[in-house]
């Protein structure tokens, strides 16, 4: 079965410092996976993607992530912490296709990103 | 801009009621979802739809169901509001590989 796990409920960091988020996943077939951030009291917005194309997938804002198979992890770094980046951040992998076809999403516990000034 | 709206941002209901949330997305999209958020759990599955009147349940089910008439339109409907259904309910639309998410209803159950 698929899933994710994100290694940290909170991190903080200091502004012009780099961030890690950490993410590790299980999946029974090479997955697709997912960064999602989520701004307060704003709805959830994609950040990233891997869908098997390159390993190293650059996203919005100045994020990018890194897909390891051989150590089942999708880290999201951002080389230099803007006071904008806080935010809960989700990773989230695609489980396989429902008997309509469809795909679900399964979503980690998510990362609350504190970043000081 | 691939817009997704709900009805309300913010709902307070006694123990009991019946409640409708709404949620329309201006995309065309087959696929619509209704996510409940709770801090420390992410965001879990309670209902999708693949096309206008077609479901499927998610994850957590019980206790809600859902109503998909029209195309852009997916409502969620709690039969008998309990207070352990007070959470953030989050409504998304899309297609493989991309969901869009809508600013979420806070509701509280009294």
């Known amino acids: 079965a698929q899933s994710v796990t994100q290694l940290d409920s909170h991190v903080s960091v200091s502004e012009g410092t780099p961030v890690l988020l950490r993410c590790n996943y299980s999946s029974s077939y090479s997955p697709s996976l997912f960064w999602y951030v989520q701004h307060p009291n704003k709805g959830l917005q994609l950040l990233l993607k891997y869908t098997s194309a390159a390993t190293l997938v650059k996203g919005i804002n100045g994020f990018e992530a890194e897909f390891k198979k051989s150590e089942t992890s999708f880290h999201l770094t951002k080389p230099s912490a803007h006071m904008s980046d806080a935010a809960e951040y989700f990773c989230?992998?695609?489980?396989?296709?429902?008997?309509?076809?469809?795909?679900?999403?399964?979503f980690g516990t998510g990362t609350r990103l504190k970043v000081l000034a | 801009d691939v817009k997704v709206t709900q009805s309300s941002r913010y709902l307070v209901k006694r123990t009991g009621e019946k409640v409708f949330l709404e949620c329309v997305q201006d995309?065309?999209?087959?696929?619509m979802f209704w996510y409940r958020q709770d801090p420390g759990l992410g965001l879990r599955l309670i209902y999708f739809?693949?096309?206008?009147?077609?479901?499927e349940k998610g994850d957590i089910p019980e206790g809600y169901s859902v109503s998909r008439e029209k195309k852009e339109r997916f409502s969620l409907i709690l039969e008998s509001a309990s207070t352990n259904q007070t959470s953030m309910y989050l409504c998304a639309s899309g297609s493989l590989n991309e969901q869009y998410f809508g600013p979420g209803t806070r509701l509280t159950v009294t």
């Open positions: 995309m065309d999209h087959e696929n």
């Open positions: 739809s693949y096309d206008v009147k077609m479901k």
């Open positions: 989230v992998v695609r489980g396989p296709p429902t008997t309509s076809g469809t795909y679900k999403y399964i």
